[in-house]
């Protein structure tokens, strides 16, 4: 265990981050389906991070953590890694806030986010920001990304923001939560997407700071259950790089800090398929006429899932209650998504 060794972020730090960001991100919306509600025989609140700035959660973490820094570390820049959206998010907060980013991507990653980072560097660059603005790929099968991120840092002197496994990343990202809550009141149960986990952690401090009764959901794809076994086994566990349409939840390991808050405040960790990703991707744009990436699509797919039990004690535990779903982001390419729901189609056409 990990909480007696490492400073883990309260309610307190993310009301801090909440000021950092006032004015700054998003007040995002929070929307209600009449065909969510019934599918689940519960009241559904859906906080919409795919209308963030850069279109997703990652907005809040990666701004609090750049806007902590003091002067001499936004002189010298900062390095990360990600698959999209904290890449996105790195790069935006730079340009806000006048910080040099060097940014580790996967060659594979959604065009859509690669184009997008590479435009906020360059715009970084025109604002007259001293030092480097790249981006760097890497072959996220073969290479240690973390060790990259290490090398560059010592090697140019950069502070590292990671995508999750950080402080005031946590903090940032538990604003989202905050704010539902705030909107909506007391809720019974939350779902939370999971990757690298500082989403979820950030939700569930608010969560549970708030209304310690609250269930607290996270939500991984089915092929990359890195957290579940880690919650079972006591300690992080280590896999390879799963093999999912959820590109910001192929994580090989949640974060240490995240795992500590988790292993706390989290009541349990779903799993989902990637076909039941599309099927919720597929009900936000339908229904509620709105584009979700794969992963920002895991947490309803989760509460869909435990629903959809029957007479389950999941399922009798949410009917008639309050539950909220965090849509983390919509950042797919349009291409990618048509393919999708063609696939979806073809296959129900054949049954």
């Not at 991070?49 to 609090?64: H, I, S, T, V």
């Not at 959206?85 to 065009?111: C, E, K, R, Y």
């Not at 797919?332 to 729901?341: A, C, E, I, P, Y």
């Amino acid at each position: 265990m990990f909480s007696d060794k490492l400073s883990l972020p309260t309610i307190t730090d993310v009301q801090t981050a909440a000021r950092r960001l006032q004015g700054v991100a998003h007040r995002t919306p929070v929307l209600t389906s009449r065909t969510a509600n019934e599918l689940m025989g519960a009241e559904v609140f859906f906080k919409c991070e795919n209308l963030q700035r850069m279109g997703a959660f990652k907005f809040r973490g990666a701004y609090n953590a750049m806007a902590a820094l003091d002067a001499a570390q936004r002189q010298a820049g900062v390095v990360c890694f990600s698959s999209g959206n904290h890449a996105q998010a790195v790069a935006l907060s730079g340009q806000l806030l006048g910080v040099a980013t060097v940014i580790l991507m996967p060659q594979d990653a959604p065009p859509l986010k690669l184009s997008a980072v590479r435009q906020y560097a360059a715009g970084n660059a025109a604002l007259g920001v001293t030092g480097p603005s790249e981006v760097i790929l890497y072959d996220r099968f073969k290479d240690d990304r973390e060790a990259m991120m290490e090398h560059l840092a010592r090697e140019r002197g950069l502070t590292r923001i990671p995508p999750y496994d950080h402080f005031d990343v946590v903090a940032g990202q538990g604003t989202a939560a905050l704010e539902l809550l705030q909107d909506v009141g007391p809720l019974d149960a939350l779902y939370v997407c999971l990757g690298g986990g500082g989403f979820l952690a950030g939700s569930a401090v608010v969560a549970k700071g708030l209304h310690p009764a609250m269930a607290v959901y996270g939500v991984e794809p089915l092929a990359g259950n890195d957290a579940q076994q880690s919650l079972a086994a006591g300690h992080v566990v280590r896999i390879d790089t799963p093999q999912t349409i959820a590109d910001g939840a192929q994580t090989q390991s949640i974060g240490e800090i995240n795992f500590a808050l988790i292993s706390k405040t989290v009541d349990a960790v779903r799993t989902v398929t990637d076909a039941a990703l599309v099927d919720a991707m597929h009900f936000f744009a339908e229904r509620m006429k709105m584009i979700v990436e794969p992963t920002g699509a895991l947490a309803w797919a989760g509460a869909l899932a435990d629903g959809a039990s029957g007479a389950s004690g999941a399922a009798a535990a949410l009917r008639g209650k309050r539950i909220g779903v965090m849509i983390s982001g919509g950042n797919v390419d349009l291409g990618t998504f048509s393919r999708l729901m063609a696939e979806r189609q073809q296959s129900r056409d054949k049954v």
